[in-house]
Structures are given as structure tokens and as C-alpha cells.
Nanobody
């Protein structure tokens, strides 16, 4: 069974930065497409970053240039570096392995506010 554990969320002021981490166990991590999604109250869960096993990345326009996804296959960990944070980035952020029908972490709250 795959387990994903996120960490690194918290409260940050607009313009600040946070780095989320997701530790993965119970699978061959290096073979998975990994993603970060977020869900704000009253909205659908949305993709914010994805990285393939080969290191190719994808970002929607809403976060492009501000967020960076990376992975360390030796540590079975995927990261999300978030810079220039905006209040609209406030959400619960979820780590995902294997796409929408794959496995999910429990989520970590990110709040961008003064």
C-alpha cells in the first residue's frame, strides 16, 4: 500500500515562500508521475504541478513562474517550492502519486494572509 505524507504547510504573508514536502513509502517511487493539487473551500481540487519519472514538469498558468516541483528519487520525496505567494493560493495542498485514480496524501493547509 502506498503512503504519502505531506509537510511544510503553514501561514505566510503575501509575497512570501513555502516549501512543501511529500514522503512516499510502499511503492517504487521513481516510476510514478507525482503531482501536487490544491483545494480551496467551495472549489474543486485542481492540479498545480506535475513531474514525470523522467523529470518533465507541467504547471497551469495560475502558478507558472512561481511554483517549482522537484523530486529526489533517492529519498522517495517530492517537493513543491512556492514563491511570490498570493492570498488566492490559500488552500489545502495534496500530494498525489499516479494521477487522479492513484494515491493521495492527507493534505497540508497553506494560508496566505496578512
Amino acid at each position: 500500500q502506498v503512503q504519502l505524507v505531506e509537510s511544510g504547510g503553514g501561514l505566510v504573508q503575501p509575497g512570501g515562500s513555502l516549501r512543501l514536502s511529500c514522503a512516499v513509502s510502499g511503492s517504487i517511487f521513481s516510476g510514478y508521475v507525482m503531482g501536487w493539487y490544491r483545494q480551496a473551500p467551495g472549489t474543486q481540487r485542481e492540479l498545480v504541478a506535475r513531474i514525470t519519472s523522467g523529470g518533465s514538469t507541467f504547471y497551469p498558468d495560475s502558478v507558472k513562474g512561481r511554483f517549482t516541483i522537484s523530486r529526489d528519487n533517492a529519498k522517495n520525496t517530492v517537493y513543491l517550492q512556492m514563491n511570490s505567494l498570493k492570498p488566492e493560493d490559500t488552500a489545502v495542498y495534496y500530494c498525489n502519486a499516479g494521477g487522479q485514480n492513484g494515491d493521495w496524501g492527507q493534505g497540508t493547509q497553506v494560508t496566505v494572509s496578512t
